[in-house]
C-alpha cells in the first residue's frame, strides 16, 4: 500500500509553471506534515517546503521563496508544489514525504517520486 504518490511531472520550457500534486493516505495526514524535495542526479537530495496540513502553514527554502509555493486541501488529503519561473537547474526528481517534525527536517517516508526537466 503506497503512503504517498507523487504525480503533475513532466517536460517544461525555461521560464514556464508546474504544479505538483501529492495524494497522501490517512497516517500521513495524521503525521501533520509533508515536506517536498528533490534529488537531481550526481547531487544531494534538497528539501523545498514543509507544510503543516492541520493549519496550512507553510515553509519554503529561501532559495525557492518566491517561485516555490505548498498547499494542501484537505478534504482530498492533496498537498501540492506550485513552481514558477522554472530553470534548467530546478530538473530533477520531486519526491513528496511524510514527517512528524515541524520543521521536516527528517522524513518518515516517501513516494516514488515525480520526475520534472526543464529545457533551456
Known amino acids: 500500500q503506497l503512503r504517498i504518490v507523487e504525480s503533475g511531472g513532466g517536460l517544461v520550457q525555461s521560464g514556464g509553471s508546474m504544479t505538483l500534486s501529492c495524494a497522501a493516505d490517512?497516517?500521513?495526514?495524521?503525521?501533520?506534515?509533508v515536506a517536498w524535495f528533490r534529488q537531481a542526479p550526481g547531487k544531494e537530495r534538497e528539501g523545498i517546503s514543509c507544510?503543516?496540513?492541520?493549519?496550512?502553514?507553510?515553509k519554503v527554502v529561501d532559495s525557492m521563496k518566491g517561485r516555490f509555493t505548498t498547499s494542501r486541501d484537505n478534504a482530498k488529503r492533496m498537498v501540492y508544489l506550485q513552481m514558477n519561473s522554472l530553470k534548467p537547474e530546478d530538473s530533477a526528481i520531486y519526491y513528496c514525504?511524510?514527517?512528524?517534525?515541524?520543521?521536516?527536517?527528517?522524513?518518515?517516508?516517501w513516494g516514488q517520486g515525480t520526475q520534472v526537466t526543464v529545457s533551456s
Open positions: 514525504a511524510g514527517s512528524h517534525y515541524s520543521d521536516c527536517s527528517r522524513y518518515d517516508y
Open positions: 490517512k497516517y500521513t495526514w495524521d503525521g501533520e506534515f
Open positions: 507544510i503543516s496540513v492541520y493549519s496550512g502553514d507553510a
